[in-house]
């Protein structure tokens, strides 16, 4: 049948990159930098932590394919897990139906979930259907539950500098990179938005601590002006990814957790992309050793596999609207809601954190990516490199001539697009957030691949950044 084709059929029916810039949009691109500029790659196929095109080229995912990827590409205990589901029960409404992988991985998900021993755990888990999605579930779920309690006052959210949530209205809104948000700007909350936390350019861990407690310091000054007004403070524990890989001290989680408590607000933590070990420990709250009232997940949260977003939530929010009145009910919902063979997915990548011991073997891969590391320092265009577990960031000194905004916009400027197509070209995906350049490579990257990673990196310098 036309327009069918098997993988054999493919390499064969017509020229990829034309057929789709002829019908595809794609996302946080400028289209006009197609097919020039901005080279497009049509994949074919993924094995482990390479990506292979039409015609055999293979380039290693330095990035996981936008953080998603955990345990490589075409991970056969994954897709096997997907295939039984799909022989069983492929999707079904998640409104007074249910299923097993639902229940179980949101049994396990609690389990997993962080703790603190004085708090009552995490204990109800809310499906959406990707990190957006989520981010909307949790800041609606923190808004209404005031609502239900006859509070009306509290319709303000806090959200920190540098912060990035999401490309939905809402989740734009707690969001803090210029370029995303401020066309849509008149569609947006009116958000508080306080400093981050960011320990960029801190030579050592007392004062990393010291940025942590300013910015805890103005955290507490807003929420002291605005008494009986914040519903909830939003962040994202440890990495603003979007933000160009910022890190900041567990110390600020713990304060802000602190402050919370002391103003009556509900923290949400977005571990959409550092949950499922990539800061060192399963999830970046464990670090501060704080649980959040609500807690975002996706992206890693099937292995890369499917879509599916988890909003756990307390059970305190979770009773705040039970009531006779449909009105209190959280009447929020997404077709695709708990869908069968996501839930196989994340479960399967759940158990391959168990039988392969992940998180010990990230240590060891985390270790090895720093030495890698370090000797880019010496490049005269490196400012800073940074690490939290499996993220590595190499900020570059500023472009005087770019004028987009910093470090937080994908490929930015010519030399971001300088850098992207000599990545490639060496077999690498490099995707560059403006001035920084990151890796984030799948947990199944071996030796020989981080080598790969770092010498292109090496390259990359010596090449795309000649002003420096």
């Known amino acids: ?78 897709a096997e897990a997907i295939a039984r589901q799909a022989r069983t029960l492929e999707q079904v ?53 005031f609502h239900n309690r006859g509070i009306k006052g509290r319709t303000k ?30 569609l947006l909350l009116d958000v508080l938005f306080a400093p981050s936390p960011d320990a960029f350019g801190a030579s050592d861990e007392d004062t990393a601590i010291r940025c942590a407690d300013a910015a805890a310091d103005a955290l507490a000054e807003l929420l002291a002006a605005h008494p009986d007004a914040v519903c909830a403070l939003i962040l994202e524990p440890l990495v603003q990814c979007a933000g160009g890989m910022r890190m900041h001290h567990p110390h600020y989680l713990r304060r802000a957790r602190a402050l919370c408590d002391a103003h009556g607000v509900f923290l949400i933590a977005d571990e959409i992309a550092v949950g499922f070990g990539r800061t060192g420990t399963l999830f970046a709250c464990e670090q501060a050793g704080i649980q959040p009232d609500l807690l975002c997940l996706s992206k890693g949260l099937t292995g890369g596999f499917l879509p599916l977003c988890a909003v756990l939530a307390t059970q305190q929010i979770y009773d705040g609207f039970l009531d006779d009145s449909r009105e209190r009910a959280f009447l929020h919902s997404h077709s695709y809601s708990g869908n069968p063979l996501a839930c196989a997915a994340a479960l399967a990548s759940l158990a391959i954190f168990e039988s392969d011991d992940v998180l010990a073997r990230n240590r060891v891969t985390a270790t090895r990516m720093a030495a890698l590391a370090a000797p880019l320092k010496a490049y005269p265009a490196v400012r800073e490199i940074r690490q939290t577990g499996m993220i590595v960031a ?75």
């Open 93 to 145: 409404i998640l409104a007074g139906f249910s299923h097993a992988p639902a229940v179980e991985l949101a049994e396990r998900l609690l389990a997993l979930a962080p703790r603190e021993a004085r708090r009552a755990p995490l204990s109800k888990v809310f499906y959406a259907d990707n990190g957006s999605s989520g981010v909307e579930v949790a800041l609606k779920m923190a808004f209404h539950w």
């Open 1 to 78: 049948m036309k327009g069918l084709h098997d993988a054999n059929m493919i390499a064969v029916d017509g020229d990829w990159r034309a057929r789709d810039l002829a019908v595809l949009w794609h996302p946080c691109t400028q289209m006009r930098e197609h097919p020039d500029a901005l080279p497009l790659l049509p994949v074919a196929r993924g094995e482990g932590a390479w990506l292979v095109g039409h015609d055999g080229q293979r380039v290693l995912d330095g990035v996981s394919s936008w953080w998603t990827n955990l345990h490589g590409h075409a991970e056969p205990r994954i």
């Open 157 to 186: 959210f806090i959200a920190l500098g540098n912060s990035y949530h999401g490309e939905t209205l809402g989740a734009l809104s707690v969001g803090d990179i210029p370029l995303y948000r401020r066309v849509y700007a008149p």
């Open 394 to 468: 190499i900020e570059l000194q500023p472009e005087p001539d770019n004028h987009d905004d910093g470090h937080a916009v994908e490929i930015a400027g010519r030399r971001g697009l300088r850098m992207y197509r000599k990545a490639l070209e060496a077999g690498v995906l490099l995707r560059p957030l403006g001035d920084v350049l990151y890796w984030m490579p799948p947990y199944c990257i071996d030796d020989a691949q981080l080598a790969l990673l770092a010498t292109t990196t090496a390259a990359v310098l010596e090449e795309a950044c000649p002003c420096a």
